[in-house]
């Protein structure tokens, strides 16, 4: 049986992966410190953490939440954080009555209070139902953080913080969305 695996091309995808994480270690780490500030912030004083995404971001978006409502690496108490991503009858009913674009929105709306945070994931930046979210948390008084890709797209002027890895592609957007979000919970933990 003739061996189908590239070593070259591995060798590749983990030398960009490498690259990728030494541009979001000096780009991204003050915006990383800024988001657990603001988490902690909102969690101390009663809020919760609301996290929404499509396809690939809305597993990490469930991975988030189940980061903090579980734990990471240390025994705390629980800690406040919805996925949206996670009830099939009411995205499958609020996409079919009102639209796909409308399905994270209507759950901002019923669910999001002033001081919550809002973490919406798109590794384009451009997901339309993630920027409708983050538009109507921003006027519910909720404080936004994008985790986005490439240069940020229609969803960077809706967050208050910006997590953006500046790369193009898709599969090293969200190796540094996940390494983010466990260095996020992390740090959570420690500080709570």
């Known amino acids: 049986m003739r061996n189908f695996v590239n070593q070259q091309h591995i060798d590749r995808h983990f030398q960009r992966h490498a690259e990728v994480m030494e541009t979001v270690a000096q780009e991204l780490t003050p915006a990383i410190s800024a988001s657990v500030i603001t988490i902690v912030a909102a969690l101390n004083a009663g809020n919760k953490i609301l996290t929404l995404g499509n396809g690939g971001s809305a597993a990490d978006a469930q991975h988030f939440a189940a980061e903090f409502v579980g734990r990471f690496l240390r025994e705390r108490r629980a800690l406040p954080a919805v996925a949206l991503t996670t009830d099939t009858s009411l995205l499958t009913a609020v996409g079919n009555d009102f639209g796909f674009d409308q399905i994270f929105n209507r759950q901002i709306e019923a669910l999001a209070q002033p001081g919550d945070v809002v973490i919406g994931i798109s590794t384009s930046g451009n997901s339309a139902n993630v920027a409708l979210a983050m538009e109507t948390a921003q006027q519910i008084g909720c404080k936004t953080i994008g985790l986005l890709g490439r240069d ?37 933990e420690q500080t709570i």
């Open 152 to 188: 940020g797209g229609i969803i960077a002027p809706l967050s208050d913080i910006q997590l953006t890895v500046p790369v193009q592609e898709t599969p090293h957007i969200q190796e540094a969305h996940i390494t983010i979000i466990h260095l996020i919970c992390d740090l959570v």
